[in-house]
């Protein structure tokens, strides 16, 4: 049961390491690791090199991150496809031997689970957590969806349903996820627990004005899919996350 880990970067030189470190470190060694890089001007590539698990680098300009991640899709070989950004780091070594597992005891498309976000490799305590639950018909329309770094698909759900829309600026994972999970209802199952650790900060959460354009790319989204979206849908998108801080 192979792994694809897609790692996009860009500039990452102050993070990515250990990104890198932390796959490098999984129990579960059938890993493909592709690096997917926007044609870094810094010292990005140069610490990629240092890592001898690397199985493909791509370095060329990009539309953006999305498009990025198609083409790392595009490249994988793997039976399972998953994505840790170049600030993010699995919970433990054992993550992927977790998530493999599963696939091979049941016959599932897809799993996620839990994330945590902190300031730093040194933040002991996160700062919020991103705890998700069992999918339920209908979870979609509130604004529910798995924190995508956790999300891992078998790669025939990609190539059955589609890639990533690139045109979209912020929430092309969350329409993803949206058109596997509620449209086309593949089989998942909700793994409880930490999976990843992100950073603190994100493109989507950099400012009110992207708060907002991502939530209408959201609603879109669902709109898009056919998902009925609930009269509650940006209260409940708000009182989640204020959730997550306890």
Known sequence: MKISIIT????????????????????????????????????????????NHISMIVSETDKGIYDAMNKGIKKATGDIIGFLNSDDWFDNKNILKEIAEEFVKKDLDAV???????????????????????YKENLFSTGWVPPHPTFYAKLDVYERYGLFNSNLKFAADFDIMCRFIAKEQIRIKYLPGTKVRMRL?????????????????????????GVKISPLFFFKKVYTKLKQFK
């Open 8 to 51: 996009v970067t860009f500039n990452s030189e102050k993070t990515v390491r250990t990104t890198l470190q932390s796959v490098a470190s999984q129990t579960w060694h059938d890993v493909e690791h592709i690096i997917v890089d926007g044609a870094s001007s810094d010292s990005t590539l140069s610490i990629v090199d240092d890592f």
């Open 112 to 134: 996620y689970g839990d994330l945590v976000f902190v300031k730093d490799e040194n933040d002991i305590k996160p700062k919020r957590k991103w705890i998700s639950n069992k």
């Open 201 to 225: 900060g994100g493109a989507t959460t950099k400012s009110i004005k992207n708060i907002i354009l991502g939530n209408i790319e959201i609603y879109n989204s669902l709109r898009n899919n």
